[in-house]
């Protein structure tokens, strides 16, 4: 029997033209990856955000390439039949096209991705290109962009005025014409965000992006209110305090081995009969009763 085969990009546009929502979600190492696959999400996005809810930085600046490369290959192991884009982390795709392909090509080969995202608008429409002709589909990421945070001065939403809602246009349409299959659309307003999913062909997944995108992401530890500084945020939705869930499960935990109440009977291994009498000999007998 034929095994179900991850989505493709040929498909994820003909979702967008027939208004089939795409959905995504983060997932960062094995059991992550198999929990969204078995929930049925279209495509796993092993995020730079394990930075801040893996690692426990306070940015995504400072995630190296093999974080990335360590952390997509244990999804993809979780993930067989699902769609998997890798995100370029800070600094690794801006030293000139050869040291981009180098880095794209460890997280295809050793990370086993399927596509890579970058962030960013015109100035890096060229290296999306030739990773693009390299055989490589990429993602592009525009609006708050969390590597620029300190060109930006801060995780603001994107695309208030006239001016700021042209320039994401003007870089939207510049990604597809490099070759982009898709575009995240992080922290836009919705008014932008619905103008510029109209005006591609190619689908807009939001996040914090409003109603109207193609498709929609969120962080896995997010939404589940895993042990995540962002879970307040508004353009977060919790469906679970799985973090709540743990902690309590831990807590009984620590409380039974202080009482001794675990392990029970039913835990523990016995040895043959006799086993004592041979361990401690005549003189030993009975020393542990
Ligand atoms: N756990 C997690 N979830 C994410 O969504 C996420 C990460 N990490 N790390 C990388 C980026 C950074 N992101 C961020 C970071 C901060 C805000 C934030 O402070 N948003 C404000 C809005 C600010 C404004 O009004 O301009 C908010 O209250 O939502 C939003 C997205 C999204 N990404
Ligand atoms: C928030 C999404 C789009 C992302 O880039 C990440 O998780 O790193
Ligand atoms: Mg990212």
Redesign the pocket.
């Given at each position: 029997m034929a095994e179900k085969q991850p989505l493709n990009i040929v498909k994820m546009k003909k979702m967008k033209a027939e208004g089939v929502p795409l959905s995504m979600l983060t997932a960062y190492d094995y059991p992550s990856a198999r929990l969204a696959e078995e929930a049925g999400v279209d495509m796993i996005l092993v995020?730079d955000?394990l930075g801040?809810?893996v690692l426990g930085y306070d940015s995504?600046l400072p995630v190296t390439i093999d974080d990335m490369v360590y952390h997509t290959r244990a999804a993809a192991r979780g993930a067989e039949h699902t769609f998997i884009v890798a995100d370029m982390p800070f600094m690794t795709y801006h030293g000139g096209i050869d040291e981009s392909l180098r880095n794209v090509r460890r997280l295809m080969q050793e990370g086993h991705a399927h596509a890579v995202k970058m962030e960013g608008g015109l100035e890096i429409c060229g290296t999306v290109s030739s990773i693009v002709s390299a055989g490589v589909p990429v993602l592009g990421h525009i609006g708050?962009t969390?590597q620029s945070v300190n060109t930006i001065g801060g995780?603001?939403?994107q695309g208030k005025d006239a001016r700021d809602a042209q320039r994401l246009m003007d870089e939207a349409k510049a990604l597809e014409k490099a070759g982009a299959f898709g575009v995240v659309l992080?922290?836009v307003t919705e008014e932008v965000a619905e103008a510029i999913t109209k005006e591609l062909s190619i689908p807009t997944i939001g996040?914090?992006a409003g109603r109207y995108c193609d498709g929609q992401v969120?962080?896995f530890?997010?939404v589940l209110r895993y042990a995540?500084?962002?879970r307040e945020?508004?353009?977060?939705k919790t469906y679970a305090d799985v973090g709540g869930i743990i902690r309590d499960a831990l807590g009984q935990y620590v409380n039974e081995v202080k009482q001794r109440a675990f392990p029970e009977e039913r835990h523990v291994f016995g040895a043959d009969e006799g086993v004592l009498e041979s361990l401690y000999g005549a003189a030993g007998k009975g020393a542990r009763s």
């Amino acid at each position: 029997m034929a095994e179900k085969q991850p989505l493709n990009i040929v498909k994820m546009k003909k979702m967008k033209a027939e208004g089939v929502p795409l959905s995504m979600l983060t997932a960062y190492d094995y059991p992550s990856a198999r929990l969204a696959e078995e929930a049925g999400v279209d495509m796993i996005l092993v995020g730079d955000s394990l930075g801040n809810v893996v690692l426990g930085y306070d940015s995504t600046l400072p995630v190296t390439i093999d974080d990335m490369v360590y952390h997509t290959r244990a999804a993809a192991r979780g993930a067989e039949h699902t769609f998997i884009v890798a995100d370029m982390p800070f600094m690794t795709y801006h030293g000139g096209i050869d040291e981009s392909l180098r880095n794209v090509r460890r997280l295809m080969q050793e990370g086993h991705a399927h596509a890579v995202k970058m962030e960013g608008g015109l100035e890096i429409c060229g290296t999306v290109s030739s990773i693009v002709s390299a055989g490589v589909p990429v993602l592009g990421h525009i609006g708050l962009t969390p590597q620029s945070v300190n060109t930006i001065g801060g995780y603001r939403v994107q695309g208030k005025d006239a001016r700021d809602a042209q320039r994401l246009m003007d870089e939207a349409k510049a990604l597809e014409k490099a070759g982009a299959f898709g575009v995240v659309l992080e922290l836009v307003t919705e008014e932008v965000a619905e103008a510029i999913t109209k005006e591609l062909s190619i689908p807009t997944i939001g996040i914090g992006a409003g109603r109207y995108c193609d498709g929609q992401v969120l962080v896995f530890h997010d939404v589940l209110r895993y042990a995540s500084p962002y879970r307040e945020k508004r353009f977060v939705k919790t469906y679970a305090d799985v973090g709540g869930i743990i902690r309590d499960a831990l807590g009984q935990y620590v409380n039974e081995v202080k009482q001794r109440a675990f392990p029970e009977e039913r835990h523990v291994f016995g040895a043959d009969e006799g086993v004592l009498e041979s361990l401690y000999g005549a003189a030993g007998k009975g020393a542990r009763s």
